[in-house]
């Protein structure tokens, strides 16, 4: 597969170089969340959440409630399909998602213990293949990594941009 090929690998790609630069300080001036919405823009989407937007608000918080207490494994079991990495990488973002919005501490907990064990898979397709459960790999985690990045230590933000590099290379 060549990445030019596929747009969002591409921009995904050149995000990380940027970001795997040697230059610590411009990391930390990059503004965080900016992927589809900014930072300014969270107590208005809050405030939809609760009014206007309040039908399309209920399933994501229900599908994240429902996933409290329950975490990925340590590990990716070997025979995972590429349906199963789909899966995977679009579970991430609802609770990314809630965390955002609800700003509440056990959906936080949940999206980001979630997000820091993906980064600790050593894969994320299957037979290592660059299909498509790694490019839902890589989007979820992806807009997971920019939603939650305040909420990570500096070292939890180099492990999910290392593995995010990792696996778009």
Not at 29 to 47: D, K, V, Y
Not at 114 to 137: D, F, P, Q, V
Request: proline share 4%; charged share 15%; aromatic share 10%.
């Amino acid at each position: 597969m060549h990445i030019l090929r596929h747009p969002l690998l591409y921009v995904i790609y050149l995000a990380l170089i940027v970001s795997q630069q040697s230059d610590s300080s411009r990391i930390s001036t990059i503004e965080h969340p900016r992927l589809f919405f900014n930072q300014s823009g969270i107590s208005s989407l809050q405030a939809k959440a609760a009014t206007s937007h309040a039908q399309i608000w209920a399933p994501i918080l229900e599908q994240t409630n429902q996933k409290l207490g329950s975490l990925p494994p340590q590990q990716v079991s070997y025979s995972a399909s590429e349906e199963d990495f789909r899966t995977f990488g679009n579970n991430i973002i609802p609770l990314a998602f809630t965390c955002t919005i609800s700003q509440d501490a056990n959906h936080c907990n949940l999206a980001k213990q979630t997000l820091l064990r993906y980064a600790a898979w050593t894969k994320w397709s299957e037979n290592s293949e660059r299909n498509l459960g790694l490019a839902h790999m890589i989007f979820g985690n992806a807009l997971a990594y920019d939603w939650l990045h305040s909420r990570l230590t500096q070292a939890e933000q180099a492990q999910v941009r290392t593995a995010l590099a990792n696996w778009t290379q």
